[in-house]
C-alpha cells in the first residue's frame, strides 16, 4: 500500500512539475530563466465558492476562464489533512501530515523549520516573502523570530477568532506589533498592501517567491467594510446533504447526527453568504498581486498558484466546518497561472503535498 501511496505522489508531482517546467520561458533574461513563484493561499474556502454562480470571486474566476490568461485549472485537487496548521505545513515540504509531525492546528511548533520551501528557494538564490498567516498559534511561544529562509516576514498571529481580521497582531522582520479595530486596518487588505510593497520592492537581479496568506475567507466571515451585504439578495441553493433527514445509510458518527431545525439552516446559509462576501477582498488582493506583477514587468515570468488550506462545511452531511472525509471539506480550488502555456483545465488528480515538489 505504501508502495503505490508514493507512485501516486510521485506520478502527481512530476505531472504538475513538468507543466511548469515545460512553460519556463524562452527567452533569457539576467537572472535567467527562473520564473518567479507566488502562492496565495485562502484560509478554509469552500470548494463551491470557486466557480460559483454569482461568482464569490469576479475577478479570479473571469480570469480562470479565458482562454488568452494561462490559467491550467485543476477540478480534481485535494488537501490530504482538513485542517489549516497540517495542511500549511505540507504545502511548505511536500510531506504528509505523518512524516511533518503537524496532525493537528495545536503542532505547529514540531515542524522542521530547517527543511522547507523557502529555505531550498533561498539557497537557490530566490528572494523569499511570507505575509499573513504562517502556523497556528505562532511564535510559539518562542518570541517573534523569523523562521530560517524568509527574507521578508510578515506574520499574522493567529491566537483568538475575535482578531481575525481585525485588532490581530503581527511581527514585521522579528518585531511584535499590533494594529487596532480601524476600518484601514482590515486584514486581507492590509496585508495585501504589503505583499504588493515587497513585489515592488524586490531586488531586479533575483528570482522570488511570494507567499501570501491571508486569514479570509476564514470565520467569523467578516466581509471588508464595502462588501457587506453585497450577497443580501442572492438565493443560494441548500444542498441536499444538509436536509436529508434520514442519515441511516452513513457512517456512526454521521447516523447519529439529528436533522437541522429550518432555523438552524437559515443560520448556517447566511454564513455561507457572509463567506462568499468574505472572499470578495481575497478576489481583489488576487488582482492587486496581479496588477503588481505586471506593472513591474514581471508577469510573464511568474508563476502564481491559487489555492486553500482546506475546504469547509456549512451543514453538508450534518457537519458544520472541516476536519471531514468529505468533499466539501477535503476538495481545495487550485489554480496556477504559467506564463506561456494554454489555458486549459488538467483532469489528473493533485494535493497540496504535490506544490513543493
Known amino acids: ?68 490568461d494561462h490559467w491550467l485549472w485543476f477540478p480534481n485537487a485535494f488537501i490530504n489533512t482538513p485542517l489549516c496548521c497540517p495542511s ?48 497556528n498559534r505562532y ?15 510578515i506574520a499574522k498571529r493567529n491566537t483568538l477568532v475575535s482578531t481575525t481580521y481585525y485588532d490581530y497582531g503581527f511581527v514585521d522582520q ?4 499590533r494594529v487596532s479595530d480601524a476600518p484601514d486596518t482590515y486584514a486581507t487588505a492590509f496585508f495585501a498592501d504589503r505583499a504588493v510593497a515587497f513585489i515592488q520592492d524586490a531586488p531586479k537581479d533575483r528570482p522570488f517567491f511570494l507567499y501570501f496568506a491571508p486569514s479570509a475567507p476564514h470565520s467569523p466571515f467578516t466581509p471588508a467594510p464595502d462588501d457587506v ?35 438552524e439552516i437559515a443560520r448556517l ?21 496581479v496588477e503588481a506583477l505586471e506593472a513591474r514587468g514581471e508577469l510573464d515570468r511568474t508563476v502564481i498558484v ?17 476536519r471531514c472525509p468529505y468533499e466539501e471539506c477535503v476538495h481545495t480550488p487550485l489554480a496556477v497561472r504559467v506564463p506561456g502555456r494554454r489555458a486549459a483545465t488538467v483532469e489528473g488528480l493533485v494535493s497540496n503535498v504535490d506544490l513543493a515538489p
Do not use: C
Not at 139 to 153: E, L, S, T, V
Open 1 to 68: 500500500m505504501r508502495t503505490r501511496s508514493i507512485a501516486a505522489l510521485l506520478v502527481a508531482a512530476v505531472a504538475l512539475a513538468a507543466t511548469l517546467v515545460l512553460a519556463e520561458p524562452a527567452a533569457p533574461h539576467r537572472r535567467g530563466t527562473r520564473p518567479n513563484l507566488v502562492v496565495i493561499l485562502s484560509d478554509d474556502q469552500a470548494p463551491d465558492t470557486l466557480p460559483s454562480d454569482p461568482p464569490a470571486m469576479p475577478w479570479l474566476q473571469a480570469r480562470i476562464a479565458d482562454p488568452q
Open 88 to 135: 500549511r505545513a505540507s504545502i511548505l515540504t511536500g510531506l504528509y501530515s505523518h512524516h511533518t509531525g503537524v496532525r493537528r492546528n495545536e503542532q505547529g511548533e514540531r515542524l522542521d523549520e530547517s527543511d522547507t520551501l523557502p529555505v531550498w528557494l533561498h539557497e537557490a538564490g530566490y528572494t523569499t516573502a511570507l505575509i499573513g498567516k504562517y502556523l
Open 139 to 153: 511564535p510559539f511561544d518562542r518570541g517573534p523570530y523569523i523562521p530560517p529562509g524568509w527574507d521578508r516576514w
Open 174 to 177: 522579528g518585531v511584535a506589533m
Open 229 to 263: 451585504g453585497t450577497f443580501d439578495d442572492v438565493a443560494l441553493d441548500v444542498p441536499p446533504s444538509v436536509t436529508e433527514g434520514d442519515r441511516s445509510d452513513k457512517p456512526g458518527w454521521i447516523a447519529r447526527k439529528r436533522p437541522y431545525t429550518k432555523p
Open 269 to 289: 446559509q447566511e454564513e455561507r453568504r457572509r463567506q462568499r462576501e468574505t472572499l470578495l477582498g481575497m478576489d481583489d488582493a488576487a488582482r492587486r498581486i
Open 306 to 322: 491559487y489555492l486553500t488550506d482546506n475546504g469547509y462545511a456549512f451543514g453538508e452531511h450534518g457537519i458544520r466546518g472541516k
